[in-house]
């Protein structure tokens, strides 16, 4: 029996994987960014799809729900990504400052 849940989700995962595809061969992605999303999407999609034989080592693990799995590993993926994101903003600040300094040192030259 299959649920709406899982439909979507193997639907929603289909699309992203099409999506990270679709910017790769554009070359608005590298290929280590291909990859890192392309196995995220990847594993999206098992979750989902074996989420009974999941819900068998649960107890185990001392999680009650698969939900509250996807619920924890979703958190953890979010907050690495939004780690992530701060880093490259930081950096990309710093070039700015050099640029502006340069420019502003250039002028006054």
Known sequence: MVYTFEII????????????????KRKEISKINFFFWSTLW??????IVFHKSINKILPEIQ?????????IL????????IFYIFKIVK???????????????????
């Open 74 to 81: 979703s958190f953890l993926v979010l907050f690495s990504l």
């Open 42 to 47: 990847i594993a999206g999609f098992f979750l």
């Open 9 to 24: 989700g193997i639907v929603f995962v289909l699309v992203m994987i099409y999506f990270t595809y679709l910017n790769y």
């Open 63 to 71: 999680i009650v729900r698969v939900m509250d799995l996807y619920m």
């Open 91 to 109: 950096r990309n600040e710093k070039k700015i400052e050099e640029i502006a300094r340069s420019l502003a040192l250039k002028e006054i030259k």
